[in-house]
């Protein structure tokens, strides 16, 4: 990815209730265990991954991890309004932060998804609580749609409010 990757944004899972079950079903069906390694664990091998990354040109950016912000590891803004504001609208873009977490540096941003709608089943994700729920959904998605999980009518109205709201700050 050298040279064509400028940065790298990574956390570590966070163990939330959801998270657990499916590591529990995971662990009964393969014999496979995970766990949450100690903060000291999780600092030096972020370190070594700053290390790897900086060898490659490559900025890394920690998610939701303060306690691993460095030298070589930034905090990250996964909807960065810097980013959005050089890349379309000439430098300006007048928005306020709205973390979603603790520690989270993204600024007000709409999601364009919604909960049980992947069908991926990765063990450490917080947005699915139902495979079956996340097939039917998947399967009933409107191509035409904007927004996962909803119907074509239902984006366009929120498109529109969007676009009213965006007119606002310019």
Same mark, same amino acid.
């Given at each position: 990815m050298e040279g064509s990757v400028?940065? !790298?944004?990574?956390?570590?899972?966070?163990?939330?209730?959801?998270?657990?079950?499916n590591l529990a079903l995971?662990?009964?069906?393969?014999d496979i265990d995970a766990f949450d390694p100690d903060t000291t664990i999780k600092q030096e091998l972020a370190g070594r991954?700053?290390?790897?990354?900086?060898?490659?040109?490559?900025?890394?950016?920690?998610?939701?991890?303060?306690?691993l912000i460095s030298d070589d590891i930034y905090k990250a803004s996964c909807i960065d309004a810097d980013i959005i504001a050089d890349l379309f609208y000439g430098g300006r873009l007048d928005v306020s932060r709205k973390p979603t977490r603790n520690e989270c540096g993204c600024f007000a941003s709409?999601?364009?998804?919604?909960?049980?709608?992947?069908?991926?089943? !990765?063990?450490?994700?917080?947005?699915?609580m139902n495979k079956a729920a996340a097939k039917r959904r998947y399967e009933e998605h409107d191509p035409s749609s904007a927004f996962l999980g909803y119907s074509k009518?239902?984006?366009?109205?929120?498109?529109?409010?969007l676009e009213q709201e965006q007119a606002t700050l310019f």
């Open positions: 400028k940065r !790298c944004y990574f956390s570590f899972p966070t163990f939330y209730d959801k998270v657990k079950k995971l662990r009964r069906e393969t991954l700053a290390d790897i990354a900086a060898e490659h040109g490559i900025d890394l950016y920690t998610c939701c991890g303060d306690y709409v999601d364009i998804g919604a909960y049980d709608t992947c069908v991926h089943g !990765c063990v450490y994700c917080y947005a699915n009518d239902e984006s366009d109205k929120w498109l529109e409010e």
